[in-house]
């Protein structure tokens, strides 16, 4: 694992953190200011983008880990949490409901997350890992 790969661990961090609070947050935005609906951040557009930056980024970083680190499990962690992403996505709300979609893409995110972070730890702690350099 080398610094673009540390990069692309945060950077899906990040992005699973954006997912969970556009999940959480967003309705409450939506009621304490209704204007912030125009924004059309609730659309099914929004999820999309975020699978697209996601899945790509998810994939590279915990391959290049699992690669170095030899830990198969984050990877397998991580491949969770995708599918949780794009079965929300795939089902909808028309399906799971709405409460249900936020629940499933909220607990993707999460471990989504966890699996960036794992990644990330495990390579820092690998004496022959590129990171440190």
């Known amino acids: 694992m080398n610094l673009k790969s540390q990069t692309v661990d945060k950077f899906a961090i990040f992005v699973s953190s ?5 999940c959480l947050v967003f309705p409450i935005l939506a009621v304490l200011m209704p204007s912030f609906i125009t ?15 996601v899945i790509p980024s998810s994939i590279y970083a915990l391959a290049l ?3 170095k680190h030899a830990n198969t499990s984050v990877f397998l962690i991580g491949a969770l949490g995708l599918s ?15 409460t ?6 909220v607990i993707g ?25």
């Open 84 to 98: 949780c992403l794009l079965l929300a996505f795939a089902l909808g709300g028309n399906i799971l409901g709405e």
């Open 39 to 53: 924004l059309g951040l609730e659309s099914e557009s929004m999820h999309f983008w975020m699978i697209i930056t």
């Open 65 to 67: 880990g699992c690669k």
């Open 100 to 105: 249900g979609e936020k629940m499933l893409t």
């Open 109 to 133: 995110a999460i471990i989504i997350a966890f699996s960036h972070f794992k990644n990330f730890k495990l390579c820092q702690h690998k004496d022959d890992c590129e990171c440190h350099h």
């Open 18 to 22: 954006l997912c969970v609070a556009h």
